[in-house]
């Protein structure tokens, strides 16, 4: 796959994860997994790069007494998940289109 698309695919993915409550890496990655493979060496980066575009947000807590960070969600977040539909439309058709005749081979 090519991997600025996996990349937009793994941001969308890792937004989703967050949509309706407030988590954390470890979390993160248990929620993804059954749908897409992903490491922390992979998610931390996206984290941060998620933050950066104010497509989300971050907060420290303490937690069995250690620091955590919680990841939290943005409008702005919320508004890229509902691109990304739109954007997906776009291209099961180009799908559909590529493979238009195979069915019947």
């Given at each position: 796959?090519?991997?600025?698309?996996?990349?937009?695919?793994?941001?969308?993915?890792?937004?989703?994860?967050?949509?309706?409550?407030?988590?954390?890496?470890?979390?993160i990655i248990k929620d993804i997994k059954?749908?897409?493979?992903?490491?922390?060496?992979?998610?931390?980066?996206?984290?941060?790069?998620?933050?950066?575009?104010?497509?989300?947000?971050?907060?420290?807590?303490?937690?069995?007494?250690?620091?955590?960070?919680?990841?939290?969600?943005?409008?702005?977040?919320?508004?890229?998940?509902?691109?990304?539909?739109?954007?997906?439309?776009e291209i099961v058709s180009i799908y559909?289109?590529?493979?238009?005749?195979?069915?019947?081979?």
């Amino acid at each position: 796959m090519d991997i600025q698309l996996k990349r937009g695919l793994l941001d969308v993915c890792v937004l989703s994860a967050i949509k309706s409550e407030d988590s954390y890496g470890y979390k993160i990655i248990k929620d993804i997994k059954p749908h897409v493979e992903i490491s922390e060496s992979t998610l931390y980066p996206i984290l941060r790069r998620l933050e950066v575009a104010n497509l989300l947000t971050v907060r420290t807590a303490e937690h069995n007494g250690r620091l955590r960070k919680y990841y939290r969600i943005t409008k702005l977040g919320l508004k890229r998940i509902e691109d990304f539909k739109l954007e997906w439309q776009e291209i099961v058709s180009i799908y559909n289109f590529v493979n238009r005749g195979e069915e019947s081979e």
